[in-house]
């Protein structure tokens, strides 16, 4: 059961990103158009490639955290819109390195940088895309929004370290998954809300709180992530999917298959992955036949109800209702997956 009606009663009619950004298709415009400014700050000979990227974006969630937890109903100021566009080149740096270390051929129905340029100017580009963001934090007349940045920008990283590190590991703990996650994911989620919250309100309590709900809808999003890659589409979501097994990744599904395993079966399967016995759609099979993807899909809800009770005590707060909106938004997604039967 969710937290309060007021907050979690989403409209039925929320199914997709352009029903639930309507209020905030100005701050979006004008993000665009910040973004789109930003291309002639690189060097000519890398403008194509940063040009293709932001004309790839996708869903832009992380930047609507931003203006939904700093909603105040009106256009938004300066300051918030380079905050958002702050967000999304972190974001947009991050998914050219992940696509790198999935070896992905497709993102946003599109060919992805590395497999169109090789590895060696992807990891660049990124890179690129990380020190303009931090050169646009560092222009704030306080230096907490460079340091919130810098210090995700950081946390991501490690996060996809640590993963890296873990690649292949059948020993790999829930703890450690969640402190994977929590880093490399949520913790983008966490600062764009934040920030949102800092920019636009005079209270701390109130930013925390966001933080707090960034945090766990971040969780329950990678979560959503993890499940898709399991069981959705290609043609569904745009990007390559398969690629956690195929890679070593690990992630939610297989941990909770493992972790049902008896000792004798476990050790089995522990050696059939480390000598390439099983095919990933083998793995795959396994983990459908025993509703897998059900029990991934309770801890989504579970986390997405703790992202609400964060923001409870602030209903009387507009902005709130605009993120009880978004958590709705990425519920559904969940709910409009088929899910196959056992």
């Given at each position: 059961?969710?937290?309060?009606?007021?907050?979690?009663?989403?409209?039925?009619s929320i199914?997709?990103?352009?029903?639930?950004?309507?209020?905030?298709?100005?701050?979006?415009?004008?993000?665009?158009?910040?973004?789109?400014?930003?291309?002639?700050?690189?060097?000519?000979?890398?403008r194509?490639?940063?040009?293709?990227t932001?004309?790839?974006?996708?869903?832009?969630?992380?930047?609507?955290?931003?203006?939904?937890?700093?909603?105040?109903?009106?256009?938004?100021?300066?300051?918030l819109?380079?905050?958002?566009?702050?967000?999304?080149?972190?974001?947009?740096?991050t998914?050219?390195?992940d696509?790198?270390?999935?070896?992905?051929?497709?993102?946003h129905?599109?060919?992805?940088?590395?497999?169109?340029?090789?590895?060696h100017?992807?990891?660049?580009?990124?890179?690129?895309?990380?020190?303009?963001?931090?050169?646009?934090?560092s222009?704030?007349?306080?230096?907490e929004?460079?340091?919130?940045?810098s210090?995700?920008?950081?946390?991501?990283?490690?996060?996809?370290?640590?993963?890296?590190?873990?690649?292949?590991?059948?020993?790999?703990t829930?703890?450690?998954?969640y402190?994977?996650?929590r880093?490399?994911?949520?913790?983008?989620?966490?600062?764009?809300?934040?920030?949102?919250?800092?920019?636009?309100?005079?209270?701390?309590?109130?930013?925390?709180?966001?933080?707090?709900?960034?945090?766990?809808l971040?969780?329950?999003?990678?979560i959503?992530?993890?499940?898709?890659?399991?069981?959705?589409?290609?043609?569904g979501?745009?990007?390559?999917?398969?690629?956690?097994f195929?890679?070593?990744k690990?992630?939610?599904?297989?941990?909770?298959?493992?972790?049902?395993?008896?000792?004798?079966?476990?050790?089995?399967?522990?050696?059939?992955?480390?000598h390439?016995?099983?095919?990933?759609?083998?793995?795959?099979?396994r983990?459908l036949?025993?509703?897998?993807?059900?029990?991934?899909?309770?801890?989504f809800?579970a986390?997405?109800?703790?992202?609400?009770?964060?923001?409870?005590s602030?209903?009387?707060?507009?902005?709130?209702?605009?993120?009880?909106e978004?958590a709705?938004?990425?519920?559904?997604?969940?709910d409009?997956?088929?899910?196959?039967?056992?």
């Amino acid at each position: 059961m969710l937290p309060d009606p007021t907050i979690s009663d989403i409209p039925a009619s929320i199914r997709d990103s352009t029903v639930l950004f309507a209020p905030i298709r100005e701050h979006l415009r004008l993000l665009d158009e910040f973004l789109d400014a930003q291309v002639v700050e690189f060097e000519p000979a890398v403008r194509s490639l940063v040009s293709y990227t932001l004309a790839h974006r996708g869903k832009r969630l992380r930047p609507a955290l931003v203006f939904y937890a700093g909603w105040t109903g009106t256009p938004p100021a300066q300051p918030l819109v380079r905050a958002a566009a702050i967000i999304e080149l972190v974001h947009l740096a991050t998914l050219i390195h992940d696509d790198i270390l999935d070896e992905a051929d497709l993102r946003h129905n599109s060919r992805t940088i590395v497999a169109q340029h090789g590895q060696h100017p992807a990891v660049l580009l990124g890179d690129a895309f990380f020190a303009q963001a931090l050169i646009l934090a560092s222009e704030f007349p306080t230096t907490e929004v460079c340091r919130h940045v810098s210090t995700a920008t950081r946390q991501v990283c490690s996060g996809e370290i640590c993963q890296t590190f873990d690649r292949g590991n059948v020993h790999l703990t829930l703890e450690q998954y969640y402190r994977i996650i929590r880093l490399k994911t949520a913790e983008l989620f966490e600062v764009s809300c934040r920030l949102g919250a800092t920019l636009a309100f005079d209270d701390v309590a109130y930013a925390d709180a966001c933080a707090i709900y960034g945090r766990h809808l971040g969780i329950a999003y990678q979560i959503f992530d993890d499940i898709t890659d399991l069981i959705g589409s290609e043609a569904g979501f745009g990007k390559t999917l398969g690629t956690d097994f195929s890679s070593g990744k690990f992630t939610l599904p297989a941990l909770l298959y493992f972790g049902q395993l008896g000792v004798e079966d476990f050790a089995q399967l522990t050696e059939a992955l480390e000598h390439h016995l099983i095919a990933p759609d083998e793995l795959v099979q396994r983990m459908l036949a025993v509703d897998i993807p059900q029990r991934c899909a309770e801890i989504f809800h579970a986390e997405l109800d703790k992202a609400l009770a964060a923001i409870v005590s602030f209903k009387n707060v507009p902005a709130t209702k605009r993120l009880g909106e978004l958590a709705g938004f990425i519920r559904a997604q969940l709910d409009a997956l088929h899910f196959p039967a056992s």
